[in-house]
Structure formats: structure tokens, C-alpha cells
């Protein structure tokens, strides 16, 4: 992976203090110990302006279990402002970064070049960040399609984006996808292999099994559950083409659920059947390895019963 080193231009000094947990104990309990003469309510204002950091994830819960060898960082500085919206939830924020869980129904960024007042992820986090200073920005690193949930990263800063983009085969190393699929999957994994093409006029995916001058797109998947109806599938990208998991499933013969425009003629869960599970990579600047995860949606099980 490049591990171009980059440092922010305007970033404000901030005092960081950080502690080694040796034993089990409660973030509260911890921080009375570790910082003298501190009272809980000093501490509690600590937490809600979210200046406590467990294993670098901002913390605001008091009672937090920590274990030997967790590390608590204190700043001196506020953290920024906690993000309350129905459609996305923070998973992960520094300097740098947003790792954020998108519910279906909700677009990554607008197609939409002249409609600038509709709602997305990159516009709602846009006036999150806003919010801790007017000069903060958003950056789109990669998408999720409207009706796709999942994990998804965004960039506060140029350069970021730039490492995030120009090296995104080498720093991403795990993305891991659900799907529900129709029809009983014959074999219990097995990896795609096809060259896409795009229909400019219609804007659909087209697939082949031979090399037609298109992008290559491999996708490896497993069987999680199934019955005579439907699949649920672990899928993991080896390419990260536009719409190759929902073209994949619909090669095999077992499209994604709710997936009219790639050959789905049932709606068992009322949205698409696909989540992004999974998304692990090196972050950009201290090159350690970081993993975020968001549970499948429960509506995925609702046809096993």
C-alpha cells in the first residue's frame, strides 16, 4: 500500500492524553482514577462532547466495560458534534474520515447535477460536519446504490480522498456483502468471473462470460442459509465494478430480491435484498488496519421462518 503520509494544512492543536487499561473496569470508574481531582460531572462533560476515545472510537457512555490492554485517549479539544438521522449512523470519525451505516432508500451523493436540495448521505453529512466549524468539507470516496444498506467511507479532506481513490485496490483488503437472492443457489460457493459493459442510453450493466473489451469483474460467494425459495448469500468483491453484484446474481440464474431492473420478479422484503456487511482497509494515514461491520438487516431472515 502507499503510505503517503499527509498533514493537514489548517489542523488545530490539540492536546491528546493516552492511558493503558491493565484490569477490568468501567470507563467512569478508569477516568476517575487516571485523571486526579476530576470530578464525574467534569468527567461526564468530557464524554458528551466527545473528548473520550476507547481504542481511537469517540465514547459518550459512561459505564462502558474496558478490558486489559483497551486504550482510553483523552483530548483537549471537542470532538465533533454526534450525528442523530434515521437513514445514517456514525460508525467511525477522525480527523480524516467518516465510516458511516446507510439504511436503503437513501443515495450516497446526487445524480442529479441541477438538483441540489435532495437528500443524500454526502449532503446530510455535509451539514454534520458543518456544524463543528463552517470550514469542514465532505469528499465521496466510493457508492452504494439508493436501495443498497450498508457500511460506507467518506473523506473530510482533498488530499485524503486522493490517497483513498488512487489506492483503493491496495488499501481496501475486505468487502464483504449479503444478499438475499431467489431460488435455491445449486452450489454452496463458487466465484463469477464476467466483463461488464455499460449501455449508455439505458445505463444497464451488460455481462459476458468472454472477454468483450469490457472491465473484468470477479465476485466470490457462499451459501449462508437457503430453502426451495430463496438464498442468503455471503458475497465478498474481489473488483468493485459498478451494479457487478447485482449483474452476478442475476448470471447465475438466482437474481437479487426486489431487483426488477436485473430480472427479480418477487419483493419478499418490500427494498432490495443487499447490505454492505463489511468494509475493512488501511487507513490513509496511520496505515493500521481497521474493520467496521453492520449487522444484516433483519428483514433478510423473515423468509426462513
Known sequence: MNKTKYTPKSASKKKETKFKVTEEVDLMTFLLAKLGGMSRNSIKSLLAHRQVMVND?????????LKPNDSV???SSRGNIELSHPKLRILFEDDYLIVVEKKEGLLTVSTN???TDETTAFSILKTHVK????????YVVHRLDRETSGVIMFAKNREVQLILQENWHRIITRRIYVALVEGKVEKEQDTIVTWL?????????HSSFT???????????KTLKSNSNYSL??????????????VHMQDIGHPIVGDKKYGSISTPISRLGLHAKVLAFYHPISTEIISFEAPVPKSFMTVFR
Open 57 to 65: 472510537r469517540i465514547s459518550t457512555q459512561f459505564n462502558l466495560p
Open 113 to 115: 447535477a441541477g438538483k
Open 131 to 138: 456544524k463543528s466549524s463552517p470550514q469542514n468539507r465532505i
Open 73 to 75: 485517549t483523552v483530548s
Open 211 to 221: 472477454d468483450n473489451g469490457g472491465q473484468e469483474a470477479v465476485t466470490h460467494y
Open 197 to 205: 459493459t455499460e449501455n449508455k442510453k439505458s445505463l444497464k450493466i
Open 233 to 246: 448469500l455471503e458475497i465478498e468483491l474481489e473488483t468493485g465494478r459498478k451494479n457487478q453484484i447485482r
